[in-house]
């Protein structure tokens, strides 16, 4: 096992240069799922890393409840720095589980207390509330709405709100809520995935922008739409549960619609720099799938032969 089992924790660097670039470059459907795909994988990679050292340094612990044979020193000498990695991975596990914790259960919250906000509403797919203060949502579930205030509506010309419309649609219909939670909660796993969560939260925003672009059949349309509820939107008070609209950098997205529409690929080209970030990214993601479950199969046959049955 050795010193591979402190990749997985580091190999999330590798990734770094695909966050950026896949921004500018590619289509923001494959860029959404390629950036989410990479953190989950490394996200689950590192945790296991921390799972395997915490092992190691509980068994280390007085009083503690594991076998006396996985304190033996041949499962010691299978990590470097066995001592002091594996009490520090203690702390590190409880506060990445907690973290997450955190995170599922204000994401469960926020939902549930929206669709409670809206129980005494109408059971249609589009909900628009008396209020002045601009704002609109998707809001995903079984029976995913949009949810737009009627003082953001009157701010808005017909093709305008027709652009919103399909803009949170498209959040729904790709299922944006869930990528988002991945990278978010990859993020939490390991600090060196934030930038794939900042990405993923402008990548998803780029998508409905083009499927909404798509559905109005004007991207001058829609950067129009996207710019004046900016606009109206500035210094309103969003409810609690609007923690769905993630509005990303407004002027990026209108800059990107007023260019030409980006081409879907399903892999970006080797020979250029998006490419190579996204190979680059790949070899990360693939040596630390393996460095994690070598690992974790050299722990377990290390384990089994000091506790046989």
Do not use: K
């Not at 993020?187 to 672009?213: G, I, K, Q, S």
């Not at 800059?255 to 020979?271: I, M, N, Y």
């Amino acid at each position: 096992m050795g010193v591979f089992v402190f990749l997985p924790l580091v190999l999330p660097l590798t990734a770094w240069p695909i966050a950026r670039l896949a921004e500018q470059h590619l289509h923001p459907r494959t860029a959404s799922r390629l950036l989410t795909v990479v953190a989950g994988v490394m996200a689950l990679c590192s945790t296991l890393c921390l799972g395997l050292l915490m092992v190691v340094g509980t068994a280390q612990l007085p009083g503690n409840p594991l076998p006396d044979g996985w304190s033996d020193p041949e499962v010691r000498a299978a990590v470097p720095y066995d001592e002091v990695a594996g009490r520090v991975a203690i702390p590190a596990l409880l506060a990445v589980f907690v973290a997450c914790g955190r995170l599922a259960w204000r994401h469960r919250t926020v939902r549930r207390n929206a669709h409670r906000a809206l129980a005494d509403r109408p059971a249609s797919p589009v909900v628009v509330l008396p209020d002045d203060e601009p704002y609109a949502y998707a809001l995903p579930g079984a029976r995913g709405r949009i949810v737009a205030t009627t003082g953001l509506l009157s701010r808005l010309q017909p093709r305008e709100r027709r652009a919103l419309f399909a803009h949170e649609r498209a959040h729904l219909t790709a299922r944006h809520h869930r990528f988002l939670l991945v990278v978010q909660l990859a993020a939490r796993a390991n600090p060196f995935l934030r930038p794939l969560r900042t990405a993923v939260v402008y990548t998803a925003e780029r998508w409905a922008d083009e499927d909404a672009a798509r559905v109005v059949g004007s991207r001058r349309t829609v950067a129009r739409a996207i710019g004046r509820a900016a606009l109206v939107s500035r210094h309103a008070p969003s409810p609690a549960f609007a923690a769905f609209a993630a509005p990303g950098p407004v002027p990026r997205r209108v800059a990107a619609l007023l260019s030409p529409a980006p081409v879907a690929r399903v892999w970006p080209p080797a020979g250029t720099a998006v490419g190579l970030a996204a190979w680059g990214a790949a070899v990360g993601t693939a040596v630390s799938a393996m460095s994690s479950a070598n690992s974790a199969v050299t722990m377990v046959l290390i384990l089994h032969a000091a506790t046989p049955l």
